[in-house]
């Protein structure tokens, strides 16, 4: 594969994310679709997480000066252009032979922020090379599960360091893999040459001999299952902020912050892990609303079901520093590689400002819960 992204146009006729996604599976056989689009059982929460966008309504104001608008946000001692991550996904090359390498080009490129999946299909290091390239770029974080061989794990962490990531993006909704309907039926696998190049060298877990009453989940896998001390373990192995992805309750907002994390994300790991769990929209002002009441300042991002950029500037209602982009960026990427990308973050930064100056808010700091609350 180039270290270079192929040049690639944008297919005819797509003007928003939705067309994206109708585009891109023409583009990915059942296998990856299966994989990038499909939730945990019913998916009744992937679901949920783009229609709980929908139902917030935005009570715009008019006849506010507008002219000097601008997206830009501080997030962890960077000023970022606008309020768009890269969410971590992995296999990336599934969607498109440039995989990882051109999201990062393209997150570059747009001053997007990007977050790398532990499992990606290529190195962390050629990842980080590509985003560095560019001057103006957004934040470049690593995405970490922590793996059953702590000495494996502190290795990664040395690599992230040095490549150049600059915070420590724990999941921690994800101690088990979900039911997912969509992909046993598909009988999914990873094809032939794509697999989480960052772990290999990680020797098998041990295996536990299990008697016939137990359990091959409780007793087998979730003996390594992290908990708030493997939070505090992280943080002393580490010189880079570590935030903490897949919080949806208050009460483990606030445990988050009383452990000195620089941020959490709010997430319910795009409907992919437990169904029927509240969607995005509904969880994040519960969360801010607590950390706001308990007088703990720190950021609070999102992911899950945005598709607009009125989906953005409610995310920043209702307290929101940034918000992350999932499925979509796959989806552009499919559909053009690099470009594709690219035009995805291009379109909701527009639709953003577009929002933005509809609602008379020139700064994202004038995007408050009265845009969605007239009471």
């Known amino acids: 594969m180039s270290q270079v992204p192929a ?44 229609s709980a966008w929908d139902a917030l309504t935005l009570w715009p104001r008019v006849l506010r000066p507008l002219a000097g608008g601008n997206t830009r946000l501080q997030l962890l001692g960077r000023e970022l252009a606008c309020p768009l991550l890269v969410a971590p996904m992995a296999f990336q090359q599934m969607a498109h032979a440039d995989a990882e390498l051109a999201t990062a080009y393209a997150a570059a490129a747009l001053g997007a922020g990007m977050v790398l999946s532990t499992q990606a ?23 970490l599960y922590l793996q059953h061989d702590r000495g494996f794990t502190r290795q990664l962490i040395e690599r992230a360091e040095a490549a150049g990531y600059e915070a420590l993006v ?25 697999s989480a190049v960052n772990l290999q060298g990680l020797a098998p877990s041990p295996a536990v001999r299990l008697a016939p009453d137990q359990s091959a989940l409780f007793d087998g896998l979730l003996q390594h299952a992290p908990t708030w001390d493997d939070v505090a373990w992280l943080q002393q192995q580490t010189r880079l902020p570590v935030l903490l992805k897949g919080v949806l309750h208050p009460a ?39 950390l706001r009441n308990s007088g703990h300042a720190l950021p609070v991002l999102a992911d899950g079901g945005i598709r607009r950029g009125t989906d953005v500037l409610k995310a920043i209602a ?10 979509p960026i796959i989806w552009g990427l499919a559909n053009a590689g690099a470009a594709g990308v690219a035009h995805v973050l291009r379109l909701l930064r527009d639709e953003l400002e577009v929002a933005m100056a509809l609602t008379g808010c020139a700064t994202l700091a004038q995007a408050t819960v009265e845009l969605l609350d007239t009471e």
């Open 170 to 194: 724990l999941t921690v909704d994800a101690p088990a893999s979900g039911v997912r309907d969509r992909e046993r039926r598909a009988r999914f696998s990873l094809p032939a040459g794509i």
């Open 252 to 290: 483990d907002a606030l445990q988050a912050a009383r452990s000195g994390v620089a941020g959490i994300i709010v997430s319910n790991h795009g409907g992919r892990t437990l169904d029927t769990v509240p969607a995005t929209a509904t969880a994040l002002p519960r969360v801010t609303k607590a």
């Open 318 to 327: 209702l307290g929101a520093t940034a918000v992350l982009i999932g499925r």
């Open 7 to 50: 040049l690639q146009a944008v297919p005819d006729g797509i003007i928003n994310l939705a067309d994206h996604e109708i585009q891109a599976r023409q583009r990915l056989d059942d296998n990856a679709w299966a994989y990038f689009s499909g939730g945990a059982a019913d998916e009744h929460s992937l679901a949920a997480n783009r």
């Open 121 to 143: 299909s290529l190195p962390l290091e050629t990842v980080a090379k590509a985003a560095q390239l560019t001057p103006t770029r957004g934040p470049l974080w690593f995405q």
